[in-house]
C-alpha cells in the first residue's frame, strides 16, 4: 500500500504527508504503509517476562531454531578470525575457515565438554586447555593425545558440531536447527527494502553492550515504538515526530516488521515552535549537525535545510556524492525488526543496529547492544571494526561517550526498564496492554514468538 493511509484518530501531519513533500523525494520502498490488521487487542500475558520456565521453552523453541546475527564480516578479515556468539546457554565459535567460508561450531571440546575459547583472536586450530584435543578450521580431529586410549574414537568422524551460517548486509548470521529454513527466505522482504541503504558497504565504528536489569522482549520493546517519547525522552519534541511516527506491519510477514519517525519538524504534541527552534534543539542533541549557522530562508524548512547539511557532511566523511540522497534518507529514524532480536536501521543519517538477547539464563536479566554502521570510505580508508566495549548493569550508558545523544536516550529508557521489570512482579493484573496502533510492532512481535513457542 503507497501514499497516505487513514489511521482513525492519529494526528498530523502524517509521514506520508512529510515525505509527500520533501526537497529530495523519498524513494517507492518509503513511500509505503501498512497497518496493522488482525493482531486482537488481547493483553500480552506477564509469565513470559519473568517465568523460568518460560525461559527455558524459548530457549529450546527460539534460540535454537531462529536465525541471528553473530557479527559483522569485516571483523573476520583473515583465516583463523573468529569470534564467540553466546546466547542463553549456548557458545558458538564463529570463524573464517577458509578465504571465502565463514563457519560456526559448538563451543565445546568433545571429550569432556571443556569451552574451547573463551574470547575471540585469530587461530590454526581449536584446542582444548584442558588435554590438548584439537581441531582443524574446518572442524576436523587433528590432534588426539593418548589416542591408544580412545578406542571407542572414530578420528574421521569426531568432528566439532557446526551450526548453519549465512550471510546478509555484511552480517553473518547463525542457526543452531540443523532443519532451518534457509536464510534467504527467513528474511522475507528485509533485503528488498535495503538495496539502496546497503549495509554490506557500512564497517562497524561503535558498539557498545550492556548488561540491562530486565527481560530481553521489554528491553527489545521500549526501543521499538515512539509512543513513550512525549513522556520519555522530552527533549527531542521539538525536532522529533512522536505521535504521528508510522507502523508497518505486512499481511503474511512473520519475521520482520517497520516504523518510520520523521525529524526535523516538531511533535505534533508542540504548539508554536519556530524552524530556527527546531535546528537549535536538534544541533544540541546531535553533533552532527555542528559547524555554520544554518538558517531557513523564505519559503524553505527547517526539515529540507537539516537534510541539506546532513547530506553535506556524509559526502565528506564518505568520500561519496550523496547530494541526490533522499530528504528521508538523510534525517529520518527508519527502522526494522529482524525476529527474534536485531533491529537494524534504513537511511544513511541514523546507522544503528540494536540487538537484544537474555543474560545467561536469568529470564529478568538480558543484553542491549548499540552499534554504529557508518559508511566505508571509498578509498578504503576507514578504521577496524570497533571492539566491544562492555557496560555492567550499574553502568550507565553515557559512560560510553562514542554513543553520543543515544546514551542519554537509552539511560532515560533503561530507568524505565527497571521499574517495569519490578513492576511486573508486583501487579495483579494477569496481562499488558497494547495500544491498537503505536505497539502493532510489540503484538506483531508477539504473534510470530506465540507460533515459534507452540511449534
Known amino acids: 500500500m503507497t501514499g497516505p493511509v487513514i489511521v482513525q484518530g492519529r494526528p498530523g501531519p502524517s509521514v506520508q504527508e512529510v515525505l509527500a513533500t520533501d526537497k529530495n523525494p523519498a524513494p517507492d520502498v518509503m513511500r509505503m504503509e501498512s497497518p496493522a490488521a488482525g493482531l486482537g487487542l ?71 565438554g571443556t569451552i574451547l575459547r573463551k574470547d575471540g583472536g585469530c587461530v590454526k586450530q581449536f584446542r582444548c586447555p584442558f588435554h590438548g584435543f584439537s581441531w582443524s578450521l574446518q572442524g576436523k580431529l587433528t590432534d588426539l593425545p593418548a589416542a591408544w586410549d580412545f578406542p571407542q574414537i572414530n578420528r574421521a568422524e569426531f568432528n566439532l558440531s557446526e551450526a548453519k551460517t549465512g550471510v546478509w548486509g555484511g552480517f553473518v548470521f547463525i542457526n543452531l536447527d540443523p532443519d532451518c529454513e534457509p536464510l534467504e527466505s527467513y528474511l522475507e522482504i528485509l533485503p528488498r527494502h535495503f538495496e539502496s541503504f546497503a549495509l554490506e558497504d557500512r564497517y562497524k565504528a561503535v558498539h557498545v553492550a550492556k548488561i540491562m536489569p530486565c527481560n530481553w522482549k521489554l528491553s527489545m520493546e521500549a526501543f521499538i515504538e515512539a509512543y513513550h517519547v512525549p513522556m520519555a525522552h522530552t527533549q527531542t519534541l521539538p525536532y522529533y515526530g512522536d505521535s504521528n511516527t508510522q507502523y508497518d506491519v505486512w499481511p503474511g510477514v512473520r519475521h520482520v516488521n517497520r516504523m518510520i519517525s520523521v525529524q526535523g519538524i516538531a511533535s505534533p504534541a508542540l504548539d508554536d515552535i519556530t524552524p530556527e527552534m527546531i535546528i537549535k534543539n536538534m544541533r544540541r542533541d546531535v553533533p552532527f549537525f555542528d559547524g555554520d549557522p544554518i538558517v531557513v530562508g523564505p519559503g524553505e524548512t527547517a526539515r529540507a535545510k537539516l ?76 578504521p577496524p571494526p570497533a571492539k566491544i566495549r562492555w557496560l555492567s548493569v550499574d553502568e550507565p550508558w553515557a559512560t560510553a561517550p562514542e554513543l553520543g545523544s543515544a546514551a542519554r536516550i537509552s539511560d532515560q529508557d533503561t530507568d524505565n526498564l527497571k521499574r517495569i521489570q519490578r513492576g511486573l512482579r508486583a501487579t495483579k493484573k494477569p496481562g499488558v496492554t497494547l495500544a491498537a496502533y503505536q505497539e502493532s510492532r510489540i503484538r506483531h512481535f508477539h504473534r510470530t514468538l506465540d507460533e515459534y513457542m507452540a511449534r
Open 42 to 112: 488481547e493483553d500480552i500475558g506477564i509469565e513470559r517476562y519473568v517465568s523460568q520456565a518460560w525461559h527455558d521453552r524459548e530457549v529450546e523453541k527460539v534460540w535454537r531454531r531462529t536465525w541471528q546475527i553473530a557479527c559483522r564480516v569485516e571483523e573476520l578479515p583473515d583465516v583463523g578470525d573468529h569470534i564467540i556468539y553466546e546466547v542463553a546457554s549456548e557458545s558458538l565459535i564463529v570463524v573464517r575457515a577458509a578465504p571465502d567460508q565463514i563457519k560456526a561450531y559448538v563451543n565445546a571440546c568433545l571429550h569432556r
Open 307 to 382: 537534510a541539506e547539511r546532513a547530506r553535506e557532511k556524509m559526502s565528506r566523511s564518505s568520500g561519496r556524492d550523496l547530494s541526490q540522497l533522499s530528504d528521508t534518507e538523510s534525517l529520518d529514524l527508519i527502522q526494522y525488526s529482524l525476529f527474534p532480536n536485531a533491529v537494524p536501521w534504513g537511511g544513511q543519517s541514523l546507522p544503528v543496529c540494536y540487538r537484544f538477547r537474555p543474560y545467561g539464563n536469568n529470564p529478568e536479566m538480558s543484553i542491549m547492544e548499540i552499534m554504529f554502521l557508518f559508511a566505508k570510505a571509498a578509498d578504503g580508508s576507514h
